[in-house]
């Protein structure tokens, strides 16, 4: 059975740094596009990052410069990299898998792991 599990969530205060993990299972995802979605309490689940099966980074604007993307397809995982974190970028996250070439929307991807809280005191 296919699987994503996240960890490396916590809390950290702003200016601070987090970096989350993605480990896949049951599957090998190395041919997949991998993202990260954030859902915060009232708000819709909203894309954050994505990474190609080859490797091409992708972002919202409001994450560029901040947050890094990265898969090692060996360890069959994906990593997100979050600097300089604000209050604002308080939220699940959610590792997700895709067939879809440089998806964005939650409905283009495949499997999604359970979510990991991040929250970012002021």
């Known amino acids: 059975q296919e699987q994503l599990v996240e960890s490396g969530g916590g809390l950290v205060q702003a200016g601070g740094s987090l970096r989350l993990s993605c480990a896949a299972s049951?599957?090998?995802?190395?041919?997949?596009?991998m993202g990260w979605f954030r859902q915060a309490p009232g708000k819709e689940r909203e894309f954050a990052a994505g990474?190609?099966?080859?490797?091409?980074?992708y972002y919202i604007d409001s994450v560029k410069g901040r947050f890094t993307i990265s898969r090692d397809n060996a360890k069959n995982a994906v990593y997100l990299q979050m600097n300089s974190l604000k209050p604002d970028d308080t939220a699940v996250y959610y590792c997700?898998?895709?067939?879809?070439?440089?998806?964005?929307?939650?409905?283009?991807?495949?499997?999604w792991g359970q979510g990991t809280q991040v929250t970012v005191s002021s």
């Open positions: 990474i190609t099966w080859l490797g091409t980074t």
């Open positions: 049951g599957r090998t995802f190395s041919s997949y596009g």
């Open positions: 997700a898998a895709a067939t879809r070439r440089l998806a964005r929307a939650p409905s283009d991807y495949d499997y």
